[in-house]
């Protein structure tokens, strides 16, 4: 049995799936504002289940960050194929960075021209004639005549293969203690390069199952972890637990989901957290499992997590 702080983590895994990822850099003239176009680009993007794209913020960024010096702002958005994310990506820039006063958008990745997107050039025609392109070190930038001056956005967004729906769930005596808990995980996470934390506050109140009675829902309440249903159902709930959090972690690649559930299960046990645990479907939704007691292991080089990663590509933040 493995113990951190008094918690109990439960001998399980966490079950992530592959997704297409890209990167964001929005910049402003005041931080405000960048961080005003990054909260509504990423709005109501929590899960694919019901969202064209899992989508939040990164990191903020410093001036000296930034392709054009100014406050800004790293968005990671997820999408199932290139071409949903396209369509996402396009739809929320046009409606959220476009639209936000002083605002520019940069590319984030490195390009592969077989991996990538085209956004300023679907954007420019906004400029109904009047937009201009220019070429700059091989990479082209899109400007669009707008009310406050222009719109600057890079025309070509590159991509990774990423990974999405990495997990854990946080037991509690309370909701109280569970959520305060969540909220030291989710504080804790943020500080990992690469993730992103999609639901509200990086924190989900209904985790979900695969499937339902009623045919047409594709995911129901978790009722195994309801406290209001013990007694009814199967429960996973041990005595004593009365509220259970989860958070659920996108990343660029499988090492940064790791190292962000490494240190937001460490933050989350304490006093009145008496299991960690998370959240899975026997293998059958996707082929990355991160063994709970593994992320507390030091890793060989024939882990699995190492062999799932293998046609993942590393990338560093901007």
Not at 130 to 146: A, E, I, N
Not at 228 to 249: F, H, M, P, W
Not at 286 to 315: C, I, M, N, Y
């Amino acid at each position: 049995m493995l113990e951190l702080n008094g918690t109990v983590i439960e001998d399980t895994f966490a079950e992530a799936f592959p997704m297409t990822a890209v990167r964001l850099i929005v910049t402003a003239q005041t931080p405000y504002w960048a961080q005003t176009a990054a909260q509504v680009t990423t709005g109501y993007a929590a899960s694919v289940i019901g969202c064209d794209a899992e989508a939040g913020i990164e990191r903020i960024l410093s001036p000296d960050e930034t392709p054009d010096g100014r406050p800004g702002v790293s968005l990671l958005l997820f999408g199932f194929s290139r071409d949903a994310l396209q369509k996402a990506v396009v739809n929320r820039v046009a409606q959220c960075v476009l639209t936000c006063p002083t605002t520019a958008c940069f590319n984030g990745l490195p390009i592969d021209p077989a991996r990538s997107l085209h956004i300023g050039g679907q954007l420019r025609y906004f400029g109904d004639g009047w937009q201009m392109s220019k070429l700059l070190d091989g990479r082209r930038y899109w400007r669009v005549p707008v009310m406050d001056g222009e719109f600057l956005c890079e025309d070509v967004f590159g991509t990774v293969k990423g990974v999405a729906g990495g997990n854990f769930l946080i037991l509690g005596t309370s909701q109280a203690v569970a959520l305060a808990a969540a909220e030291r995980a989710v504080q804790t996470m943020r500080q990992v390069p690469g993730v992103i934390l999609p639901f509200p506050g990086g924190i989900v109140r209904s985790g979900s199952k695969v499937g339902s009675r009623y045919p047409k829902l594709r995911a129901s309440t978790n009722d195994a972890y309801c406290p209001t249903l013990r007694g009814v159902v199967k429960s996973a709930l041990v005595e004593g637990v009365n509220a259970v959090y989860e958070t659920v972690i996108d990343g660029i690649d499988l090492p940064a989901i790791e190292q962000a559930l490494r240190v937001g299960i460490q933050a989350a046990c304490g006093p009145g957290v008496l299991r960690i645990s998370a959240g899975n479907y026997g293998g059958k939704l996707g082929p990355f499992h991160l063994w709970l007691h593994a992320l507390f292991r030091t890793p060989s080089k024939d882990s699995a997590s190492q062999q799932a990663t293998r046609d993942v590509p590393e990338v560093s933040p901007r």
